[in-house]
């Protein structure tokens, strides 16, 4: 679908109702399964802002796998991309945009505001496929450098000694992202591409990233007299 061809209007009354907005984790009781989690003061702080949610009522679960609808989940939520300048022919669903969603599903908003947005995500992803860390860097790289309107950057590869493991169409996106201070290499100089991202590893990464863009923001351009 050629979103950037298509036309939206409606009125204000077919608007989408979010139903993971930000901010809306915020008053969330705090996690109680982080206290030898190395990243627990970065997850944190991002449900502090509402950007990172549990899986029940003070559990967050970090050594579980991050699934692909919870990556989506997080990515909107963290850069908050959101509709509300856009207008639609129709109320539009889930599975205008992918083809594996279900429309009544707690990620559907989500799924919406990451396609017209521009988020690099298959329209025939498996929604419940548990990503690698290949994948979900590519993909956070690709929607931190959309948000904060980042400029191509030249850089000198660095050695990442596993590299010939990784797919070929991730490896620019994982050379910046360690650029950005957003992931690290062990110290052995590998970053283990195939293996499942888990959740405490993606909220970090989160958190580098928009540490990365708190301190490089986008250039205000200044309207035209």
């Known amino acids: 679908m050629d979103l950037k061809s298509r036309i ?3 009125s204000t009354a077919a608007l989408l109702t979010m139903s993971f907005t930000v901010g809306s984790f915020a008053d969330s009781p705090k996690f109680t399964d982080l206290s030898d989690i190395k990243g627990k003061d970065k997850i944190l702080e991002l449900q502090d ?8 009522n003070d559990l967050f679960e970090p050594n579980k796998a991050i699934t692909t609808a919870e990556s989506i989940q997080l ?14 022919i129709k109320a539009p669903k889930a599975t205008d945009y992918f083809t594996n969603a279900d429309d009544d599903a707690w990620y ?4 919406i505001i990451a396609s017209v947005n521009g988020l690099s995500f298959e329209n025939d992803i498996e929604l ?27 850089i ?12 070929i ?7 910046r992202a360690i650029i950005y201070g957003v992931v690290e290499l062990d110290s052995d100089g590998k970053f283990d591409p195939k293996t499942e991202i888990s ?27």
């Open 8 to 10: 939206f209007t409606i």
């Open 49 to 56: 802002k509402g950007y990172v949610k549990g899986v029940g």
């Open 75 to 88: 990515m909107v939520n963290a850069f908050e991309f959101n509709i509300d300048l856009v207008r639609f």
């Open 108 to 111: 559907a908003d989500a799924l």
């Open 128 to 154: 419940s496929h548990e990503m690698t860390r290949e994948e979900f860097t590519f993909q956070l790289i690709k929607a931190m450098e959309q948000k904060g309107d980042l400029p191509m950057i030249n």
């Open 156 to 167: 000198v590869p660095i050695e990442i000694t596993d590299e010939d493991q990784m797919a």
């Open 169 to 175: 169409e991730y490896s620019g996106a994982i050379q």
């Open 199 to 225: 959740r405490e590893e993606a909220a970090v990464q989160i958190y580098n990233a928009l540490e990365y863009l708190k301190a490089h923001p986008a250039p205000v351009i200044e309207p035209e007299k």
